[in-house]
């Protein structure tokens, strides 16, 4: 690893220079504003859009990146004309994993959706660079290959979705030296990633079913992009995050529980063979494990919202409902089986939401169409790079085939 945890990150050293790649989405603007509260620690040394930029020319005033990154080559380009001199400007996906080895960069912070996110994680972990990963597609989509680029090339890759972030500072009270989310001893029994249940918690399957676009984007505990937030309501996103905590903590599916936590203020929990378990809590705010990962797992203070304890909180949980939510169902087998279940249950449930926000399929057909394409696939073990990406585009055609019928 290319760094010492728990150093400390001094306000008189030089800013560590991070390079935000989805820096207009919500991620990447929790990021700018850890950044901005960081007391000269962080500094944006790379900003990039997929075709923001009228976004990224006024990021660009406020945080004087040296370069700007724009992945669509056919945006409109004359807003760029107001970015400030002696920003540089660059277009296209080759300059996205061009300036990720650039070594002047000290983290990579991923927030891009989708699984373009796979090919520039692995360009990162590639030039052994500190991968701060909020993309879920990245690992779900290529798990066993960025897992074996990390360990071939010294980098690092911290967690920044909030469940496995809780996990992994859980684990850190316990191995105060280890230095990557691969750190499981044999005194873990399980992880146990908490879910809020999203908006259709407590409704029946007939209900669920035939819910509309509005009563899926009702997220009761968290503001996120609309995709995350069918996500979450259909628990795809849960499925997704079981098969990354899979791959970023390398352990067996069977030891991975989901526990349904409504108030999302325990953000998941490590459970030891004594018996005992260690939970992370906070409110619902992801500049929190944002930061921590900038920080490089040191604990400085922060804009996170705290808890109020004059207030009274309660902590309820409730075992998921296999049968209402079958997307979890998914998740467990696609993260046993590893291989190219991930990219496709992945490339599957994309097209399924876009046609569910579309008004073209009910709620309900999303996790079915799931089931059928990932059945229908061909499963590899060991898939490469470029295999994953021509999977990835047959579970599309196939998944848009079947919904055209
Ligand atoms: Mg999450």
Known sequence: MSFALNQVVSGNAAPRNVAVIGASGSIGGSALDVIEHSEGRLRAGVLAVNRS???????????????VVVTDPDVNREPLTELPSGTEVRFGPDALDEVVRRPEIDVVLLSIVGVAGLRVAWSALDAGQTLALANKEALVAGGS???????????????????????????????????SPKIL???????????????????????????????????????????????????MNKALEIIEARWLFGLEADRIQVVIHPQSLIHSMVEFVDGAVLAQLSPPDM?????????????????????????????DFYPPDFDRFPAMRLGFEAARNGGTSGVVLNAANEVAVDAFLNGRITFDKI???????LDAHTFEARPTLSRIFELDAWARKETEKWISR
């Open 53 to 67: 930029v009228t976004k990224v020319v006024e990021l660009a005033k406020r945080f004087k990146p040296d370069v």
């Open 145 to 179: 290959l960025l897992t074996d680029l990390l360990e071939k090339k010294g980098g690092a890759l911290l967690p920044v979705d909030s469940e496995h972030s809780a996990i992994f500072q859980c684990l850190l009270s316990r191995h105060s030296n280890a230095s």
């Open 185 to 235: 001893g044999k005194d873990v029994a399980r992880l146990i990633l908490t879910a809020s249940g999203g908006p259709f918690r407590t409704w029946t399957s007939e209900r669920i079913k035939n819910a509309t676009v509005q009563d899926a984007l009702k997220h009761p505990t968290w503001d996120m992009g609309a995709k995350i937030t069918i996500d979450s309501a259909s628990t």
């Open 287 to 315: 500049r929190l494990p944002i930061q921590f990962a900038l920080y490089k797992t040191t604990r400085l203070p922060g804009p996170t919202r705290k808890f109020d304890w004059s207030q009274a909180h309660s902590f």
């Open 367 to 373: 996790p079915a169409l799931c089931r059928m394409i």
